[in-house]
């Protein structure tokens, strides 16, 4: 084994309003529109499936990605899925995905759902990678901004769970 690499050990935790700082730390350095603490404090009143990925000691832990899940009858929603830019292309959304999958086969779904940005081809390569299929795209479906003054528009995703 090569004496500079240092495995790491990963764990999953519920997101708690105490974790907040740091999920929005994360939210806003990875993207152009991040969601607000009003969306995941909304998200957490409301029940979602909301996890974090997070290393190192239980005193100290760093934060390597969430995501948050709405369930719906037969299908979960992928609402957010986020890797901290520190920790991306390391395989850490495959591994959040995996778990989502497993969550949600535990909670009797056939289809998990997710919306991407068009602009997102990393992201959609990483769900298309994972068995997610393009069906569908919602027209304008993320606001407009100083940089897409008409907003953009959302290619919807799905993939068929097995349930066993």
């Known amino acids: ?43 957490l009143q409301a029940g979602y499936q909301a996890q974090l990925l997070t290393a190192g000691s239980a005193e100290k832990p760093e934060l390597l990605g969430y995501f948050v899940a709405m369930k719906g009858v037969d299908e979960v929603h992928l609402l957010n899925i986020t890797v901290a830019p520190a920790w991306q292309r390391q395989g850490w959304a495959l591994v959040m995905l ?45 606001p407009a901004s100083a940089a897409l003054p008409r907003g953009e528009d959302a290619i919807v995703m799905s993939l068929a769970l097995s349930v066993f």
Do not use: C, I, K
């Not at 764990?11 to 991040?34: I, N």
């Not at 759902?113 to 569908?136: M, T």
């Open 1 to 43: 084994m090569n004496a500079a690499f240092q495995p790491l050990e990963a764990r999953f935790e519920p997101m708690t309003p105490d974790w907040l700082p740091a999920v929005l730390r994360v939210e806003q350095s990875a993207y152009p529109q991040p969601w607000s603490e009003r969306n995941f404090l909304d998200s």
């Open 98 to 142: 995996d778990a989502l999958g497993v969550w949600s086969r535990g909670q009797g779904a056939l289809w998990l759902w997710l919306e991407v940005r068009v602009s997102n081809a990393r992201a959609r390569s990483v769900y298309e990678s994972h068995g997610f299929r393009h069906v569908g795209t919602r027209r304008n479906y993320y």
